[in-house]
């Protein structure tokens, strides 16, 4: 499918204040690669982007050294990584993947790194209806690229020549929440030419497009109520791994791990919403102590 979405620059963080209460910070966006309508509230949105049967995301990839601490054990002491069946966790793990759900308020370090030019390298505001595909990029290698992947417990060693890896998002909304699946995609080789018709319109539509491989059994499904935050990284100790090579890039002599960072804004609009400023955005703080035990 082709992707349907928009492009803003939310602001997001949050920091307590005394007497119990909790205040919204809305925070500068990082720069994009990409143009963007930047300094403009996702409550901007027109109408048409932010109806009843559309998802909103906002979505940033920060990058910082292979060893950086907090990327790679302070972060994930705040998620819980135990949100996939047993099985996929351990093939995840295999693949050199790692995933989690942020509990509580978002460590400020976090927020730190997304205000961070050089650290923040992708940050964008996403609306998307439901059902529909997003494409999300995450590292390109102008060289070929060896992989290692785990499939029913059997190794398998695969040449990918020039890779884009990334993941297919695709969102379900289900009352409140949404239900966000994500597999591993990984494109190689060159573009090719294909016509793809378009029945409803009685016509033939150019598409270029490279050679597209999808890690299905890879796919995981994650529940999300608005404003829950979803944390997507690799493992470096996982070397030579899909996983691996999907988040750890080297840099002129460097080697950096990049880490994919999904918050939920809300799944649905009241259908007689015409104002897109009415639209709930509830605390992440409040949201954290409804859902603490």
């Known amino acids: 499918m082709v992707p349907a979405d928009a492009t803003y620059i939310p602001n997001w963080a949050f920091m307590p204040i005394c007497r119990g209460y909790w205040l919204v910070l809305f925070l500068a966006g990082c720069v994009s690669t990409e143009p963007s309508r930047s300094g403009v509230p996702w409550q901007s949105f027109k109408a048409n982007d932010t109806g009843p049967d559309r ?67 992708d940050r964008r505001g996403r609306s998307v209806p439901s059902g529909v595909l997003l494409a999300q990029n995450l590292r390109e290698s102008p060289d070929a690229a060896e992989a290692i992947l785990h499939r029913d417990k059997v190794q398998e060693t695969v040449t990918f020549e020039r890779p884009l890896f990334g993941l297919d998002l695709l969102p379900n909304l289900k009352r409140q929440t949404v239900r966000l699946r994500m597999t591993p995609r990984i494109e ?37 109520a608005p404003n829950q935050i979803l944390i997507v990284g690799g493992r470096p100790e996982r070397g030579g791994s899909v996983g691996y090579l999907t988040f750890v890039d080297d840099q002129s002599g460097e080697t950096y791990q990049r880490l994919l960072i999904i918050r939920h804004l809300r799944s649905a609009a009241p259908a007689q919403t015409t104002d897109s400023s009415d639209i709930p955005y509830p605390a992440l703080a409040s949201q954290a102590s409804r859902s603490a035990p």
């Open 188 to 224: 190689t080789g060159v573009k090719s030419m294909n016509f793809k018709p378009v029945p409803e319109e009685s016509k033939w539509n150019l598409e270029l497009k490279r050679p597209t491989k999808l890690l299905t059994d890879l796919a995981m499904e994650i529940d999300l």
């Open 55 to 121: 998802v909103l995301f906002d979505i940033a990839l920060v990058q910082r050294p292979i060893n950086d601490p907090f990327l790679n054990t302070e972060l994930w002491a705040s998620a819980d990584e135990m949100i996939l069946p047993v099985d996929l966790r351990e093939n995840l793990e295999l693949n050199g993947f790692r995933i989690g759900l942020l509990v509580g308020s978002p460590p400020e370090k976090l927020g730190q790194l997304l205000l961070s030019d050089r650290s923040c390298i």
